[in-house]
């Protein structure tokens, strides 16, 4: 079965740096790309960036450029996203999900939720 | 980037009826479109791909149309368990970029 298993929930502090994980399994993790969405409280999806671990070839949404780093250990089939410095308008749940070969996103990790307060 | 518009925002309709969702793009994305739906509390879960192909156990009711700019979603026959958020996402061009979503409601 192909999955993607993200790490826990994270309460983190203004300022603080913080990296999440996506471990892929069922599939060979270097032959797929693997995409990041954030979903705010209460919003929809915003597609933030995506990263091929076969190469590490990552592309960023205009949005989320500079704002976050996508990396990927292919050693253990883990994706990773991560801030250097959170904002309270960090507080959100971020998926990961992996493109299908005949199109759309599947499957989905469970998703992180990460909250950012003082 | 290419903007994806969905309509209604919300959509009231009764179990066993007809429920039509609407999404626009700002520029054509071929066929390359993608329907997700997602419940309070869950992921998103992939009901359609290629505008019109309905992914892995996705159940007869749900069918999509369109190509180019214009795209619907249609479920046939509400059931209890459709109530949920539904979002429209195109791969055609990067960023891939996602609808706002269409909430449909209990009537």
């Known amino acids: 079965e192909v999955q993607l298993v993200q790490s826990g929930a994270e309460v983190k502090k203004p300022g603080e740096s913080l990296k999440i994980s996506c471990k892929g399994s069922?599939?060979?993790?270097?032959?797929?790309?693997i995409g990041w969405v954030r979903q705010m409280p209460g919003k929809g999806l915003e597609w933030m960036g995506i990263?091929?671990?076969?190469?590490?070839?990552?592309r960023y949404s205009p949005s989320f450029q500079g704002q976050v780093t996508i990396s990927a250990d292919k050693s253990i089939s883990t994706a990773y996203l991560q801030w250097s410095s959170l904002k309270a308008s960090d507080t959100a749940m971020y998926y990961c999900?992996?493109?299908?070969?005949?199109?759309?996103?599947?499957?989905w990790g469970q998703g992180t939720l990460v909250t950012v307060s003082s | 980037e290419i903007v994806m518009t969905q309509s209604p925002a919300t959509l009231s309709v009764s179990p066993g009826e007809r429920a039509t969702l609407s999404c626009r793009a700002s520029?054509?994305?071929?066929?390359?479109l993608a329907w997700y739906q997602q419940k309070p509390g869950q992921a998103p879960r992939l009901l359609i791909y290629?505008?019109?192909t309905r992914a892995t156990g996705i159940p007869a009711r749900f069918s999509g149309s369109g190509s180019g700019t214009e795209f619907t979603l249609t479920i046939s026959s509400l059931q209890s368990e459709d109530f949920a958020v539904y979002y429209c996402q195109q791969y055609n061009n990067w960023p891939f970029t996602f609808g706002g979503g269409t909430k449909v409601e209990i009537k």
């Open positions: 069922g599939y060979s993790f270097t032959s797929y790309w």
């Open positions: 990263i091929y671990p076969g190469d590490s070839d990552t």
């Open positions: 290629g505008a019109s």
């Open positions: 999900a992996r493109p299908a070969a005949r199109g759309g996103l599947d499957p």
């Open positions: 520029q054509s994305v071929s066929s390359n």
